[in-house]
Every structure is written in C-alpha cells, then in structure tokens.
C-alpha cells in the first residue's frame, strides 16, 4: 500500500468511517488542527523537558489519535470513543501541576526552548479546540472532545510553567510604566 493514494487529488478526503468530504470540510480542519498539535507535541518531546514531562506528552499524543479518529468518523461509531474518565484524568493532572507551581500573576511565555515549545503547543490546541467548537455548531461533536481539548490547553500552560519553575526561569509580565 502506498502513501500516495491520488483519490485526494481533486480536494476531497476519505474520513475515518468511509465518507468522502471536501479537504476545507470543518470536521477535517477540526482534526487536521490536531494531527498539527501531534507533530508540535512530538518536537516539544526532544526540546528538552524532564522524562516525566515526556511521558505525559506522549500519553496525550497517543489520546489524540483517539480524538482525531472520533472526529474522523462522521456515520458510524469511532472503536475508541473519548471517555469522561480521560476528561478527568487530564484536568487532575493539571489541577496537580498548579497545586505544585502556583503563579502569581501573568507569565511571560517561552522562558526555556522546552517551555516555548510547550506554549506553541499549548496555542494550536486552542485552535484546535475553536475548531471543533465550530464544527458542534454544525454537527454532533461528542461533549468529552470539547472537554478535553478545553483541558488540554490548560495542561501544556501548566506543564511549561512546570519546566520553567524546576529551572528557575518562570518570568511574569512587568507592570506597565506609567
């Protein structure tokens, strides 16, 4: 089997459960924002954070796989649906994170390459979840995904900040000069 198909050479796409869409489908940009977030994930593996950040960030990839195969699948049920207990796990892990490094006001992102990979990170999964906001709006997106990805964006905050404490750099915005 080849990675080249030619079946998208006239702009459509085939989806997770079959359906052929258009490649500016909303429900494709909705996943396609996350295949990019995997791949930033993946940079931000190597930039240089501790093995424990590592794991983490690699246990979201692999959740996202499922998310992006839920969203891939318009008209017939994803194998591997998101659960609330995954919502869970994610808003406890960033709920631990802020209980370990509590900040003090706003922070001036990007400290360390590890963290300014984390804040890129943490900015495409906004998107991401804009996107799939947009796509809720259209068609049926199951709660757990606007949940997860609303927590996701909360985590990587976390986890660069995280990495910025354990070296010291944690920088907050400076007042404005009157």
Request: charged share 25%.
């Amino acid at each position: 089997m080849s990675v080249t198909t030619k079946t998208g050479d006239s702009g459509q796409t085939s989806l997770f459960s079959g359906e052929r869409v258009w490649k500016d489908d909303l429900r494709v940009d909705a996943y396609g924002a996350l295949d990019e977030l995997d791949a930033l994930l993946g940079e931000a593996r190597h930039a240089g954070p501790d093995p424990d950040t590592q794991a983490i960030l690699e246990g979201i990839q692999n959740t996202l796989y499922r998310v992006m195969g839920q969203l891939a699948s318009k008209n017939a049920a994803y194998p591997y649906p998101l659960t609330q207990k995954d919502v869970e796990e994610i808003t406890a892990l960033a709920a631990e994170l802020e209980e370990k490094t509590p900040l003090t006001g706003f922070v001036l992102p990007g400290s360390l390459p590890a963290s300014a990979k984390l804040d890129v990170c943490r900015a495409v999964a906004r998107r991401a979840e804009r996107q799939a906001v947009k796509l809720s709006r259209a068609e049926a997106v199951p709660p757990e995904i606007l949940q997860y990805l609303n927590r996701l964006s909360d985590l990587l905050f976390m986890l660069a900040r995280s990495v910025e404490a354990a070296d010291g750099a944690l920088r907050y915005v400076k007042k404005p000069i009157n």
